[in-house]
């Protein structure tokens, strides 16, 4: 499906796994906004500098990035896509160098985590934890640092002339992302819509949530994702946030009814077609 | 409860929150091994090298961090007591400067996200994301470094030699992060135990996971969180993280035996007191 050519707000600079989402999905025309945090990635739809934010929500094997969450809620924005990435981590540096000569490596934490078995197996290389994947990259080019590696997706050690010294050192092939495209709420509904992403408060009586599963359950839904969440001005008491998909509307609008009646807030993140088939 | 003497591998330096926990908590003798990042607290405890691993799991603004729940299934390590410690953030830099002098606050995301209502009024203050929140402290007193500041725990501001500028900018007064101790496994069992956290795949039958919740409220225990968390073989199915709250450790061995007929894999993470009374 071809898409508008808007401003998106992304996390990263050019290089990282954000605009590798840009450079798969979207149109060649598409500009970014490159951000520091994924809070300026929020805010800068919420200021009107951007039509469009795309963030990372998800990962197969880190599992939610809860704190996104947190800032969609408060934000009130809508999810209205969503994409998946194969996440492949090459370990690039400057040219004409071998992995021996590698003694430290800068990357996300979440980055080092998933290649936690490479590097368990090559414990001379020190990690060290940055807040980006592609910035350390591009530093390491722009500064000529010898000896220091950094962890990025395919396509971006060319980007920045450096050298790719060990292709794919994450520890299992099946490492995606989930990322979401989020927009401002408008009135009109996607009605080709299949999943939707809930996030609601249970009134306070015991098997509460037990039930709203078994609601889910009997509606033929299927409930893809379960988190709590903590609810900010109630300290240690939760909301929940699921995804659930669904044959028709019809049904996600059902179940909004039964929510209605059972829970205290309930607040839809977005109604849009799964990107999975 | 007075705790024995350990070696305790905690996140962060002298400063942090986590040596804030070891500060309040633990007796003064208590040595501590500082370490980088979440996975080296962990892999300390694995190799022997500490008694006990100190690790955040759970904040009450921002919710779990998952990454540490993975790394605690994967290590195989148990939950053997909790401790809440109350957030506070303050303000700190050089000596002799006001808040109009400060243009850049550096800390970690989420002692960041935490202030958020407080940057907003103070739109001039550039925030920068680090790995850390008590090393940016640490470093702006050896740089003597001006109009930076960082947000750190009472106490902190005078282990380096810094003013507090604003105290408690937070944006709320219940902020609380919750820590655990993590020990080997041993074959004893703690029998003031009241919580447990669980880790659990289901089998794959629609409703089953609503038949669970059905099962522990008919027990009479309270489900205080409930996280799915990615099979990290399996892509894009999930596992379950479950903290219970029980009268009784006969209660909870019920629900186990239940477990075990309903469930494909299951692991329990820790079986402690719960540090609330």
Known sequence: MPMQNLKIAIQGIEGSNHHKVIRDYFEAETQIKACATFREVVYALVNNQVE???????????????PNYRLLID???QITQEFYLNI????VALPNQSLNDITQVKSHQMALHQCGNFFSKHPHIKLIEDVDTALPAKLIAKNQQKNL????PNGTAELFGLEVIQPNVQDTNTNETRFVLLKKPTQTENQDANKATLH???KHEQGNLANLLTTMSELGMNLTKIQSIPIAHKQWNYAFIVD???KHIRDYKKLIR???AST??????????SGRT
């Open 258 to 260: 039964v929510l209605n």
């Open 200 to 202: 609601f408060e249970l």
């Open 75 to 77: 934000a009130n924005l």
């Open 52 to 66: 469009a934010s795309l963030m990372a929500i998800e990962n197969s094997i880190a599992g939610s990035i809860l």
């Open 264 to 273: 205290e807030v309930i607040q839809t993140l977005g109604l849009y077609k």
């Open 244 to 246: 659930v998909r669904f």
């Open 88 to 91: 492949s981590h090459n370990l």
């Open 149 to 152: 590696a950094a962890l990025v």
